[in-house]
């Protein structure tokens, strides 16, 4: 459970809604890792769960136009639960461009968790363009081999509505583009606020997954800072009063996702960690587990008062 610092003291409480996370005064904000960091630290989970198959490997990843270089986490399944040891890895990794027929052989690197345990990631190095199509695979030299077909999204941008300075109860944010998938949409509103102790500040992050609605041309998310902010007013007043003659003053709004290709289609819609790790559940490898998808991240910021989107709508990872 995420703990929170009292403004002016040294006192915490726990964040109740586990959807809106809050920080204020001088403390750091910390931003969320990205979905696919939260797969890929869990997926030993999936080595160990996968016991009694004959299925070669097990692979995730992700491909993105973000980045010059592109990698891919390998686990071999084996019929054992001891953690795998360091050295080279029985598997050949290729990659092929189904637009150019370009092959890329990957190269295979070990790198060492916190924990311990070792892992094989493989890389190449190039950017994966908007709407291109590969074919990865690992291969055993015995010939056993696991494959998956990825296919990167189209180009999209963010658009913003001009605003005023008030705060508004509706805010239609459209994304432009026919992406299949919009994910990983969390919304940061920063704000001022009077407390006994003075002027002070904060920032929370409300996640805003699963509203996005897809229409005509890409999708629109619905946000609405009046509401939100009357939630987070109510939080902070659960270890200090706000002046309620002022109450919380919007500073800016931030709103960030990731653009995802059609393969990311979770179970219930819901992407919880605990359920995706588990073999099968969110996989589109072929003749082994895991998943390997392909996206990019938005965003987009507004400063009341101004009338424009500031910053970019179409940053690196």
């Not at 979770?266 to 589109?284: E, K, R």
């Not at 400063?303 to 990872?317: A, E, H, K, M, Q």
């Amino acid at each position: 459970m995420r703990r929170q610092r009292h403004p002016g003291s040294g006192l915490h409480t726990p964040t109740q809604n586990p959807s809106v996370r809050t920080t204020w005064g001088r403390a750091r904000y910390v931003l969320i890792a990205g979905l696919l960091a939260l797969l890929l630290s869990a997926c030993e989970e999936d080595v160990v769960a996968v016991l009694g198959t004959d299925l070669p490997f097990s692979m995730f990843g992700v491909l993105t136009p973000q980045a010059d270089t592109q990698w891919v986490r390998v686990f071999p399944i084996e019929g054992r639960l001891e953690p795998a040891p360091p050295g080279l890895l029985d598997a050949r990794f290729t990659s092929i461009d189904l637009e150019t027929g370009e092959m890329r052989v990957w190269t295979d690197s070990l790198i060492q968790e916190e924990n311990g345990q070792y892992a094989h990631v493989f890389w190449s190095s190039f950017s994966a363009p908007f709407e291109r199509a590969y074919r990865l695979k690992v291969e055993r030299s015995d010939g056993a081999a696991s494959r998956v077909e990825v296919v990167v999204p189209p180009l999209a941008v963010l658009e913003l509505p001009a605003q005023t300075e008030q705060a508004p109860g509706l805010l239609p944010v459209f994304v432009r583009g026919e992406v299949p998938n919009v994910i990983r949409i969390e919304v940061t509103y920063r704000y001022r606020f009077r407390t006994p102790f003075g002027i002070d500040t904060g920032q929370t992050l409300v996640s805003y997954e699963g509203k996005a609605r897809r229409i005509e041309g890409g999708w629109v998310i619905e946000v609405t800072p009046q509401s939100d902010l009357r939630s987070i007013q109510r939080l902070i007043e659960q270890t200090i009063p706000v002046d309620p003659t002022v109450g919380l003053k919007l500073t800016k709004i931030t709103l960030r996702l990731i653009a995802a290709n059609a393969d990311w289609d979770p179970p219930g819609d819901t992407f919880d960690i605990d359920v995706l790790v588990q073999p099968g559940t969110l996989s589109n490898v072929e003749n082994g587990f895991g998943f390997v998808g392909a996206g990019y991240r938005l965003l987009g910021a507004w400063v009341p008062l101004d009338t424009i989107i500031v910053g970019d709508s179409y940053f690196r990872f």
